[in-house]
């Protein structure tokens, strides 16, 4: 019996989204039973799109290549991949995603392990052809696949507070932006009290010990937040 697997990239690199379909093929090619119907995307508008048109089909999404690092969507609800991973995974339970980033920050790598809940989690730095075809091979198996280093973090149980959901990211984004503190609930379903609640959460999070937008903005950074 054949299996058909809906598959949509979500990457900008033109050389990284020919290095998955080449992968994909070659897994195809050698086993007669796996089948994938490739749907690309380079930013988080499309793949936003191209996941509302599979709901409105009632179409399942199986595999997900997932880019991390990706400009925010033009109505600045989507920020980055982790949001499409999360909504991808809200929507569809039984979705396989492969994440693939140049972020290499401990903290932020387990933050995406935490929120995304990624069936692989592969460094750019370190992909390959092999890693590819067997990391394909092994989600489609039901069989987790991560890169050394991030296996080295799992193994580890790395426990720490920088689980940053869609709202912290937010305020990240618009302080980073230049939108002052007072003007974030005119952005975010957010009361100013609820915000400074929040500021103070970051603030103690990132251990920013000036309290200030500036140093929390540079932190953040540093941490593969913005």
């Given at each position: 019996m054949i299996k058909s697997f809906y598959t949509l990239i979500i990457e900008d690199h033109q050389l990284i989204i020919d290095g998955y379909i080449r992968a994909l093929e070659s897994v195809s090619s050698k086993n007669s039973s796996v089948l994938f119907s490739t749907h690309i995307t380079k930013n988080c508008d499309e793949a936003n799109e191209e996941i509302e048109h599979a709901l409105e089909t009632n179409t399942i999404i199986d595999l997900v290549f997932l880019d991390i690092s990706l400009p925010p969507s033009k109505n600045g609800k989507l920020l980055s991949g982790d949001d499409l991973g999360i909504k991808l995974r809200c929507l569809f339970p039984r979705v396989k995603i492969i994440v693939s980033t140049h972020l290499s920050n401990n903290y932020r790598?387990?933050?995406?392990?935490?929120?995304?809940?990624?069936?692989?989690?592969?460094?750019?730095?370190?992909?390959?052809?092999?890693?590819?075809?067997?990391?394909?091979?092994?989600?489609?198996?039901?069989?987790?696949?991560?890169?050394?280093?991030?296996?080295?973090?799992?193994?580890?149980?790395?426990?720490?507070?920088?689980?940053?959901?869609?709202?912290?990211?937010?305020?990240?984004?618009?302080?980073?932006?230049?939108?002052?503190?007072?003007?974030?609930?005119?952005?975010?379903?957010?009361?100013?009290?609820?915000?400074?609640?929040?500021?103070?959460?970051?603030?103690?999070?990132?251990?920013?010990?000036?309290?200030?937008?500036?140093?929390?903005?540079?932190?953040?950074?540093?941490?593969?937040?913005?």
């Open positions: 790598l387990v933050n995406i392990l935490k929120t995304i809940k990624p069936d692989s989690l592969l460094l750019k730095s370190e992909l390959d052809f092999q890693n590819l075809t067997e990391g394909i091979l092994n989600v489609i198996n039901d069989i987790p696949f991560y890169s050394k280093p991030v296996l080295k973090l799992v193994r580890q149980h790395v426990s720490n507070d920088f689980n940053l959901d869609n709202i912290d990211r937010q305020m990240l984004y618009y302080l980073s932006q230049g939108t002052k503190t007072k003007e974030l609930p005119n952005v975010i379903h957010l009361s100013l009290a609820g915000i400074e609640r929040r500021k103070r959460r970051l603030n103690q999070i990132f251990n920013n010990e000036k309290k200030s937008d500036k140093a929390l903005l540079i932190l953040a950074k540093e941490k593969g937040f913005l």
